[in-house]
């Protein structure tokens, strides 16, 4: 009698370490050219060491964790990995920086069905992009592989920030009053948000590779535009004059976002015709027939950033923002 025997393996079981190790080694210098002076700690250790920057006298850390939803499935449709690690990096700096706060570090979390290093090294550089533009430093994060749970095209991807700001330096919403006035900066295109209402209707009328004329592109490549970074932007205005609240326009709309910056006892009232919006947004209405409302309960519409100000400051602010060719519109103001 001859007996048969299997030998069980992590890698028949759908995960391969050798590709994690090699995807690794590939990234870790890419990695280093985002470290600073603050990072004591290589890639490789338990964990990630920064020191505590000397020059903020009372630190408070502010912290966000976000993803970047079903925009991944546009990359994986459409073969193009190298925008949503920048997306990810990008929007959570948004988050912190309406707060005040200037990034300090940045962690990475991959998830795979299959782990192939040609795609994760793309989404990398993406992340090093995004973290190198916002001197953030990428000091840590965790790549899985699970092809238990993720079919062997998927993947999903979510990073966790960082940043400091003086405690007399936060912005804060009891600051907003009657009387002050909403300036719009301009958004990319659908940022990270709606892409689930999007794909739905663009995908059965367009194919991602191809050439839209209303948007004098592809549909893949509008819908991979990456989120717009305002730090740059955030922090000239907050150097410069007395901002009272900043929001940032993500799921949720222009109203649902800027309601989370106002004190509940004040109204927003928003003039939807002061700006031209994105292409896209005309043909995601369009196409799918969208009413007015839904629209603005799910899409940023073409503003991806809102600082609110005293009107006395608003002739200045905008001086400063042509000056810096800053496209931005006066949008609205806040009223009892």
């Known amino acids: 009698m001859v007996y048969l025997s299997m030998i069980s393996t992590y890698s028949a079981s ?74 990810i990096v990008n929007h959570c700096v948004n988050d912190i920086a309406v707060c005040g706060a200037k990034p300090l570090f940045f962690l990475d979390y991959l998830a795979f069905g299959k782990l192939r290093s040609k795609i994760a090294i793309k989404i990398a550089e993406g992340l090093v992009r995004g973290c190198r533009n916002n001197n953030c430093s990428l000091i840590g994060g965790e790549t899985a592989e699970m092809p238990g749970l993720y079919s062997k095209d998927d993947f999903d991807i979510a990073g966790t920030i960082i940043g400091i700001v003086e405690q007399n330096k936060i912005i804060d919403k009891k600051n907003v009053k009657a009387g002050d006035v909403l300036i719009g900066l301009p958004s990319n295109g659908l940022h ?66 800027t309601k989370r910056v106002v004190p509940d006892n004040l109204k927003i009232d928003i003039d939807w015709t002061t700006w031209r919006r994105n292409k896209i947004f005309d043909l995601i209405q369009s196409t799918g027939k969208i009413s007015e409302n839904e629209m603005r309960k799910v899409f940023n519409l073409g503003i991806g950033l809102i600082f609110i100000i005293s009107r006395k400051d608003i002739n200045k602010a905008s001086a400063y923002l042509n000056n810096k060719k800053y496209k931005h519109y006066i949008i609205g103001k806040i009223t009892k």
């Open 14 to 87: 759908g995960v391969s370490i050798s590709e994690g190790d090699k995807f690794v080694e590939l990234i870790k210098p890419k990695v280093k050219t985002t470290f600073n002076k603050n990072v004591i700690s290589g890639i490789g250790n338990f964990g990630a060491f920064f020191k505590i920057p000397n020059n903020v006298h009372k630190p408070v850390f502010v912290a966000s964790t976000d993803g970047v939803g079903t925009k991944i499935k546009v990359a994986i449709a459409y073969n193009k990995f190298d925008t949503v690690g920048e997306d």
């Open 192 to 257: 990270t948000n709606g892409y689930s209402l999007t794909r739905k209707i663009l995908l059965k009328k367009f194919r991602l590779n191809e050439y839209v004329d209303e948007l004098q592109c592809t549909l893949g490549d509008e819908l991979l535009k990456v989120h717009r970074s305002y730090l740059k932007v955030i922090e000239g205005m907050t150097n410069n004059f007395k901002i009272h609240s900043i929001s940032h326009i993500t799921g949720g709309g222009i109203m649902g976002n």
